[in-house]
């Protein structure tokens, strides 16, 4: 009998079996409906748009000796503003405490003990990470394209932004273990498994159309979820202060990029590990066959990993690094202070830009792996 390929079919059907999930939906709704809530909140919970202002009078100053003896001369020795007037000074006070110590006098602030000490952790966060001499070399080359003095900008926008971008991922994480779960053990709990499988398209074609409509889902919903988000707070707050240099906002980073380029590394993490958590999800489902089981793997494993990537001494360098990797530890703003490097063909390359590389390297393995299982499946269970 002549096969005909009825793979899209198979994909609408397999698409709308996930659709039809009342859990899925509630849980994808619930979500969507957050992304705009956090809109709202990651950057106005900070601070009142009035405020918000008065702040940004001092954007784009160079971060110098006359900017610096502003500062001191409107703020105590704890680095406080003294008048309500002078309130755009006081979105300096993280940085500066942050580079020069919290417990520190901060009077006669000058432009060279700002940049000393940055340079002074950065070389204790070179030892604690157990740097190579090359690694430290590499690092080194990188400052000298950072340009300085740095210019200053309020960070309530960008932070806001980050932040979102990564409670996104944890947002995934959910949609995708309740939604892909039961992509393939739903067929083998109701027992109709073996008749599906030994039909015309019951092999490759259903096994791809069930990767290809999880996928499709996966990949909607971050979509969804990060437009909503960015396009609320572009809409509500701007874009302002993604131009400036990251070290504004992480003053011991050695990367020459702007709050803007760290956004879209996020956007890229977030993107290539929600397909990541996607393919883990449909491979777990396929080998559990059971829809609950599935679902405390996935999340399981993804607070097991993120506990092991917290307390895994660096010492262990080379587990504790590409433990690194895994979305849970690797997706959070904070990805600019990773200075381990890793080594390939004779070049360097950060973490950020290996972890959506191995994100999707390891999303084909598990599918094109899965296949075969599946295919071993069949012919044990018929």
Same mark, same amino acid.
């Given at each position: 009998? !002549? ?6 079919? &198979? ?19 619930? %979500?969507?409906? @957050? ?8 950057? =106005? ?6 405020? &918000? ?10 971060? +110098? ?12 020795? $704890?680095?406080? *503003? ?7 000074? +006081?979105?300096? /006070?993280?940085?500066? !405490? ?23 952790? #950065?070389?204790?966060? $070179? ?42 991922? %944890? ?15 739903? /067929? ?36 969804? %979820?990060?437009?909503? @988000?960015?396009?609320? *707070? ?8 993604? +131009? ?41 489902? /396929?080998?559990? =066959? ?8 996935? &999340?399981?494993?993804?607070? *097991?990993?993120?506990? &092991? ?13 590409? #433990? ?23 070049? %360097? @390359? ?6 959506? *590389? ?21 012919? !044990?269970?018929?």
């Amino acid at each position: 009998m !002549k096969k005909n390929s009825c793979f899209g079919t &198979l994909y609408k059907y397999e698409l709308l079996k996930i659709l039809r999930n009342k859990v899925t939906i509630v849980t994808f709704l619930i %979500f969507f409906v @957050f992304s705009f809530i956090q809109g709202e909140f990651e950057v =106005r919970g900070n601070i009142d748009l009035e405020t &918000l202002a008065e702040y940004q009078t001092i954007n784009y100053r160079p971060v +110098d000796d006359k900017l610096l003896s502003e500062w001191s001369a409107v703020t105590d020795e $704890y680095g406080v *503003v003294t008048d309500e007037k002078d309130i755009a000074y +006081d979105s300096m /006070e993280e940085w500066i !405490k942050d580079i020069v110590g919290y417990h520190a006098v901060l009077e006669d602030i000058t432009e060279d003990l700002i940049y000393e000490k940055r340079l002074e952790t #950065i070389d204790e966060a $070179y030892t604690e990470s157990y740097l190579t001499q090359e690694e430290i070399d590499y690092w080194k080359a990188s400052e000298e394209e950072v340009d300085k003095p740095f210019v200053w900008h309020d960070l309530y926008v960008a932070f806001g932004l980050e932040n979102g971008i990564c409670n996104t991922m %944890f947002m995934m994480l959910f949609v995708v273990g309740l939604g892909l779960a039961s992509v393939f053990s739903v /067929e083998s709990q109701r027992k109709t498994d073996p008749m599906i499988r030994s039909s015309i398209n019951g092999e490759k074609e259903l096994y791809f159309a069930k990767i290809l409509a999880g996928m499709s889902f996966c990949l909607f919903s971050v979509a969804v %979820f990060l437009g909503g @988000f960015i396009t609320y *707070v572009g809409v509500a707050y701007g874009f302002t202060g993604l +131009d400036i240099p990251v070290q504004i906002e992480y003053p011991f980073t050695q990367l020459n990029m702007t709050c803007g380029q760290a956004i879209v590394v996020l956007i890229i993490l977030t993107v290539c590990g929600s397909v990541f958590i996607s393919a883990i999800a449909m491979f777990v489902s /396929e080998v559990l =066959r059971n829809s609950l089981a599935s679902m405390g793997v996935l &999340l399981g494993g993804y607070f *097991v990993i993120f506990a &092991l990537g917290t307390n895994i001494p660096m010492k262990m360098k080379t587990l504790s690094k590409w #433990i690194s990797l895994f979305p849970a530890i690797q997706i959070t703003p904070r990805f600019v202070y990773e200075f381990r490097l890793f080594k390939f063909a004779g070049h %360097f @390359f950060n973490s950020y830009k290996v972890a959506p *590389v191995a994100y999707i390297a390891l999303s084909f393995f598990m599918i094109f792996g899965g296949y075969f299982i599946y295919r071993k499946y069949e012919i !044990k269970s018929n």
